[in-house]
Nanobody, 120 residues
């Protein structure tokens, strides 16, 4: 399985971005998916996850109500819609896919990361 994330960029505080992550290989519709982020000098942290059929989503506290994770199993793509962005959201954002859950932070495959920078 390979993941490729894109959609990051520079945005002013209060603005919006939508990240996308396209998967190739494997059976996308059977995998749990998530977004993580890592700011300079900090640990990688969980942002949001979505279940196989999209029926269950989970968010870290600081993004609840601002970010929305979704997936399109026909397009093998997971999205992260980010609204009301804050400077503290600045980080490299990674998409992740779970097959057996034996990898880093419980996810087995990772995208290359896309930079999100929010200016104040």
């Amino acid at each position: 399985v390979q993941l490729q994330a894109f959609g990051g960029g520079l945005v002013q505080a209060g603005g919006s971005l939508r990240l996308s992550c396209a998967a190739s290989g494997g059976t996308f519709s059977t995998y749990g998916l998530a977004w993580f982020r890592q700011a300079p000098g900090k640990e990688r942290e969980f942002v949001a996850s979505i279940s196989v059929n999209g029926g269950n989503t989970y968010y870290m506290g600081s993004v609840k109500g601002r970010f929305t994770i979704s997936r399109d199993n026909r397009k093998n793509t997971v999205y992260l819609r980010m609204n009301s962005l804050k400077p503290e959201d600045t980080a490299v954002y990674y998409c992740a896919l779970r097959t057996l859950g034996l990898g880093r932070l419980g996810f087995d495959y990772w995208g290359q990361g896309t930079q999100v920078t929010v200016s104040s």
